[in-house]
């Protein structure tokens, strides 16, 4: 049963949207893949918003007024961007219903167990509802994890193709049966392929980039990204026994020191070269840079995004020079 889209701004607990009859939306995703993805943005600053607020957000705004059919929207309160507030109340003067979740800054069980069972309560479903299309989405979300190992052990996947289907599993593209079927074929025609040698292997830390040709870019210049780190966290990459715990494990809501932990084992297991640290324009994580650097032993390049655009000639000049230091320590 079909009862309409349900937006979201970050990953949340999919499985009780879908539990519930409701098609969830990453807004993200709808926002990034708009082929007036910068249209977007400017449209949201002629309605009103800040040329120094997050472009993300200024998508966000614009792509829920874009799409009529999706009239509610959960909104990550904490532990995703601070502007999301606002953007609530913005999208609340359009008439759009807005639905608060929050994950706990430390994590705590109980009071994220009080927000999963506050959501359940909102779209009248129970654990024992909710339970069995976690673990229909568990079993997607495991051919994901073989695409990601995949990735780093073998030769045969590019750095865009990991990004793409692991951030796809925030919502599954809204038809878990659909993104599975096409996560088959991809894997299923894995066989034989062998992409070209890269001397360097890269991770990639931060929010998704809002540069669209910044992995075509780094594999044309020899490297590969063999680790996608918030990508990666949205296939809730490990196996537990309930959804409080499955959501108290992933990492990016919650405070920098967590996520450096799954970042440097990481860092040793895939055996990466270098760090690309991604902060997005205007974003409180900028300020998250400087810990990142003193607690990674490996070389790191920040790079700040801004707009929906290509990489622009200064950003590959450092590129390129961070990538010629990796390849001369080498």
Request: hydrophobic share 35%.
């Amino acid at each position: 049963m079909n009862r309409g889209k349900i937006g979201i701004t970050t990953t949340i607990p999919v499985e009780i949207v879908y539990s519930a009859g409701y098609i969830p939306v990453d807004l993200n995703n709808l926002f990034i893949s708009d082929p007036d993805a910068l249209t977007l943005v400017e449209e949201a600053e002629i309605a009103g918003y800040p040329r120094n607020t997050c472009a993300w957000i200024k998508g966000l705004y614009s792509i829920v007024l874009k799409h009529r059919d999706i009239r509610t929207v959960i909104a990550v309160t904490q532990g995703d961007c601070s502007n999301t507030h606002a953007l609530m109340e913005t999208l609340q003067l359009e008439g759009v219903q807005v639905i608060p979740f929050a994950y706990p800054f430390d994590r705590d069980r109980d009071l994220l167990k009080l927000q999963i069972e506050k959501l359940m309560s909102y779209f009248g479903v129970k654990n024992q509802q909710v339970e069995p299309v976690r673990e229909k989405l568990n079993k997607i979300r495991r051919k994901v994890w073989k695409l990601d190992q995949l990735t780093f052990s073998e030769n045969v996947i590019s750095g865009w193709d990991n990004h793409y289907y692991q951030v796809s599993c925030s919502d599954f593209k809204g038809n878990p049966e659909r993104f599975e079927s096409e996560l088959d074929t991809f894997l299923s025609g894995l066989k034989g392929a062998v992409l070209p040698e890269t001397e360097i292997r890269l991770g990639y830390a931060g929010v998704p980039p809002i540069i669209g040709d910044l992995y075509s870019y780094m594999e044309e210049k020899g490297a590969r990204i063999v680790f996608n780190e918030t990508q990666r966290q949205f296939t809730m990459p490990f196996e537990t026994q309930d959804l409080v715990e499955q959501y108290r494990l992933y990492t990016y809501p919650y405070g920098i020191f967590f996520r450096l932990q799954d970042i440097l084992r990481q860092i040793e297991k895939r055996k990466i070269d270098g760090l690309v640290h991604y902060a997005q324009g205007f974003c409180f994580r900028q300020i998250e840079d400087l810990i990142m650097r003193k607690k990674i032993n490996i070389p790191v390049l920040t790079l700040e995004g801004d707009k929906p655009n290509h990489l622009d000639a200064r950003t590959r000049t450092r590129i390129d020079a961070f990538l010629e230091m990796i390849s001369r320590s080498k």
